[in-house]
């Protein structure tokens, strides 16, 4: 199930408390402007947390805490270095730096942390997928959140008065070191790690990590050196100082991550800042291009897709979903002709057979399509379990072909490796509906709905079940959403829109959807003909 919403409405903490209380498994996205951060869990408890850009801190936590010393980090470090997909932790623990034990528990401090920061974000939004895991090799804890609520909550009311005096992250402060040295006062350990790292330079999100302390920390002990007169603002980091390679992969980073997790606005705007900076960069072209795609415009994916093929040359990736692209427009001819571009590249690449089983399905060429398609599962590993398209795209095919034992087979199988998949759970309601199981189709189009609130299918395909009904209200409000998010989803929908509206003496609502309805499909007899009667009537 689906849950967004804004943190200006909905606090983080209340949030995670209702996650937690209904046991979901899944990640919550948070974001706040060019801010991203990822909290996971598993069945109500919270696993994992990371947080996009933030210099992994690890090391730092060991150091401080005397678990290792400098010089055994550095070799990890450098060992890091040779062997890049390895964790630092786990190599510390090869090297006998540490125990599996300190690890653990240096990465729950990192992880709490992470959440902590996380609760004072109040500006931005958030975005809950369900099934979602941590990547493969990330240490997983298992904390009950209700601790962490209640120290969040703390800490949340604590930031609320630090913020009086550092009310954001780029400020910059200085130090008056002879003032500091005639009081003679004794630091507490944070103040006196902030103390070594101030230099009327570093901004307080520099200090944090040149300190190795989390923000509130240092927000915390900065703000004491404030009260006691020692630290005072200097300035602030311009927005826009020095375009850094650094700038350019962070933008990089968080534009890859707001659109994973289907916020396409902020991925734009990011990669957009990443094409400011280098406008041949071919990875946040490839990712606008996706973007589009992802919000309907089919046109505009093709023709970036294209230009970054023509400047790039052939690569799989794009041309893969160059035919994707080519297949939302109809153009499934020109999408064949792409899938053989790419299959000369790599012919062993699966991906490429999922792809042209689709585009025959889609084509209406469903003999061909099942045969591409059983190929394609031949060819996987053994153990393997296809994603979830081709399940979607198998179980059509059954269904088109009439074979709806096999379709309802391979939905089962779909749903148990992929139960978050809104199209499954739809064509389940369209094989359903197909058996006039009516209860059953409700249930699976409800379920698609909840899963993917931007599935227009699913709202139509409910919205027919309640005009069957005569439950008009409520299939005029699934025609509605439907319409919201896909203006194109089909004349037949804005006929019986226009149906609904007319019954309630909605006149001129009634003419728009008509006039609609003929606009995609200029054959569409019924429209046409009420139109016409409008036209003589009002002479």
């Given at each position: 199930?689906?849950?967004?919403?804004?943190?200006?409405?909905?606090?983080?903490a209340?949030?995670?408390?209702?996650?937690?209380?209904?046991?979901?498994?899944?990640?919550?996205?948070?974001?706040d402007?060019?801010?991203?951060?990822?909290?996971?869990?598993?069945?109500?408890?919270?696993?994992?947390?990371?947080?996009?850009?933030?210099?992994?801190?690890?090391?730092?936590?060991?150091?401080?805490n005397?678990?290792?010393?400098?010089?055994?980090?550095?070799?990890?470090?450098?060992a890091?270095?040779?062997?890049?997909?390895?964790?630092?932790?786990?190599?510390?623990?090869?090297?006998?730096?540490?125990?599996?034990?300190?690890?653990?528990s240096?990465?729950?401090?990192?992880?709490?942390?992470?959440?902590?920061?996380?609760?004072?974000w109040?500006?931005?939004?958030?975005?809950f997928e369900?099934?979602?895991?941590?990547?493969?090799?990330?240490?997983?804890?298992?904390?009950?959140?209700?601790?962490?609520l209640?120290?969040?909550?703390?800490?949340?009311?604590?930031?609320?008065?630090?913020?009086?005096?550092?009310p954001?992250?780029d400020?910059?402060?200085?130090l008056?070191?002879?003032?500091?040295?005639?009081?003679?006062?004794?630091?507490?350990r944070?103040?006196?790690?902030?103390?070594?790292?101030?230099?009327?330079?570093?901004?307080?999100?520099?200090?944090?990590?040149?300190?190795?302390?989390?923000?509130?920390?240092?927000g915390?002990?900065?703000?004491g050196?404030i009260?006691?007169?020692?630290?005072?603002?200097?300035?602030?980091?311009?927005?826009?100082?020095?375009?850094?390679?650094g700038?350019?992969?962070?933008?990089r980073?968080?534009?890859?991550?707001?659109?994973?997790t289907?916020?396409f606005?902020?991925?734009d705007?990011?990669?957009?800042?990443?094409?400011?900076?280098?406008?041949?960069?071919?990875?946040?072209?490839?990712?606008?291009?996706?973007?589009a795609l992802r919000?309907?415009?089919?046109?505009e994916?093709?023709?970036?897709?294209?230009?970054?093929l023509?400047?790039?040359?052939?690569?799989?990736?794009?041309?893969?979903?160059?035919?994707?692209?080519l297949?939302h427009q109809?153009?499934y001819?020109?999408?064949l002709?792409?899938?053989?571009?790419?299959?000369?590249?790599a012919?062993?690449?699966?991906?490429?057979?999922?792809?042209?089983?689709?585009t025959?399905?889609?084509a209406?060429e469903?003999?061909?399509?099942?045969?591409?398609?059983?190929?394609?599962?031949?060819?996987?590993e053994?153990?393997?379990?296809?994603?979830?398209?081709?399940?979607?795209?198998a179980?059509?095919?059954?269904?088109?072909?009439g074979?709806?034992?096999?379709a309802e087979?391979?939905?089962?199988?779909?749903?148990g490796?992929?139960?978050?998949s809104?199209?499954?759970?739809?064509?389940?309601?369209?094989?359903?509906?197909?058996?006039?199981?009516?209860?059953?189709?409700?249930?699976?189009?409800?379920?698609?709905?909840?899963?993917d609130?931007a599935l227009?299918?699913?709202?139509?395909?409910?919205?027919?079940?309640a005009?069957?009904r005569?439950?008009?209200?409520?299939?005029?409000?699934?025609?509605?959403?439907?319409?919201?998010?896909?203006?194109?989803l089909?004349?037949?929908l804005?006929?019986?829109?226009?149906?609904?509206?007319?019954r309630r003496?909605?006149?001129?609502?009634?003419?728009?959807?008509?006039?609609?309805?003929?606009?995609?499909?200029?054959?569409?007899e019924?429209?046409?003909?009420?139109?016409?009667?409008?036209?003589?009537?009002?002479?």
């Open positions: 199930m689906a849950i967004k919403g804004s943190l200006r409405e909905a606090g983080l209340d949030v995670c408390q209702l996650l937690a209380m209904g046991q979901k498994t899944g990640c919550l996205s948070v974001t402007r060019s801010r991203f951060g990822q909290v996971f869990f598993d069945r109500g408890r919270i696993t994992y947390a990371s947080l996009v850009n933030r210099r992994d801190r690890l090391g730092d936590v060991l150091l401080r005397g678990d290792v010393s400098a010089d055994e980090l550095e070799a990890a470090v450098r890091q270095d040779e062997e890049p997909d390895r964790r630092l932790g786990q190599l510390l623990v090869e090297q006998g730096a540490i125990d599996a034990d300190t690890l653990r240096a990465i729950e401090h990192q992880i709490e942390e992470a959440i902590y920061y996380l609760f004072t109040k500006r931005g939004s958030f975005q369900a099934g979602k895991t941590p990547e493969p090799g990330d240490i997983l804890i298992a904390v009950n959140p209700e601790s962490l209640l120290e969040g909550a703390r800490r949340v009311d604590e930031w609320g008065v630090i913020e009086k005096k550092v954001s992250m400020l910059i402060f200085g008056d070191r002879d003032r500091m040295a005639d009081a003679d006062v004794e630091l507490t944070e103040q006196a790690a902030l103390v070594e790292a101030i230099d009327g330079e570093r901004t307080v999100e520099e200090l944090a990590e040149a300190s190795g302390l989390g923000e509130f920390a240092v915390k002990a900065l703000y050196l009260q006691a007169g020692f630290a005072h603002r200097v300035g602030r980091r311009a927005a826009d100082e020095g375009a850094q390679s700038d350019v992969e962070e933008s980073n968080l534009g890859v991550a707001f659109y994973e289907n916020m606005e902020d991925a705007r990011e990669f957009r800042r990443v094409l400011d900076a280098d406008p041949h960069d071919a990875t946040a072209r490839h990712y606008l291009a996706l973007i919000q309907g415009d089919a046109a994916a093709v023709r970036r897709l294209t230009a970054l023509e400047s790039t040359g052939p690569h799989l990736g794009a041309l893969l979903n160059l035919a994707h692209a297949r109809h153009r001819g020109d999408a002709k792409v899938l053989q571009q790419a299959g000369s590249l012919p062993d690449d699966v991906r490429i057979r999922l792809a042209e089983g689709a025959r399905l889609f209406g469903v003999e061909a399509a099942r045969r591409v398609l059983d190929a394609y599962r031949a060819a996987l053994p153990e393997t379990l296809p994603p979830a398209p081709y399940y979607y795209c179980g059509l095919a059954a269904a088109v072909d074979r709806l034992e096999d087979a391979l939905i089962e199988e779909g749903l490796a992929h139960p978050a809104a199209p499954l759970h739809n064509l389940a309601g369209n094989v359903a509906e197909r058996r006039s199981d009516l209860a059953a189709a409700e249930a699976a189009y409800q379920r698609a709905a909840e899963e609130t227009a299918q699913a709202h139509r395909n409910l919205g027919d079940l005009y069957q005569g439950v008009e209200t409520e299939a005029l409000e699934h025609y509605r959403r439907a319409a919201r998010l896909d203006p194109d089909g004349d037949q804005y006929t019986r829109l226009a149906d609904l509206h007319y003496n909605e006149r001129e609502q009634a003419i728009e959807c008509w006039r609609r309805a003929v606009e995609l499909n200029p054959e569409n019924t429209a046409r003909n009420h139109l016409e009667v409008v036209a003589r009537a009002t002479g």
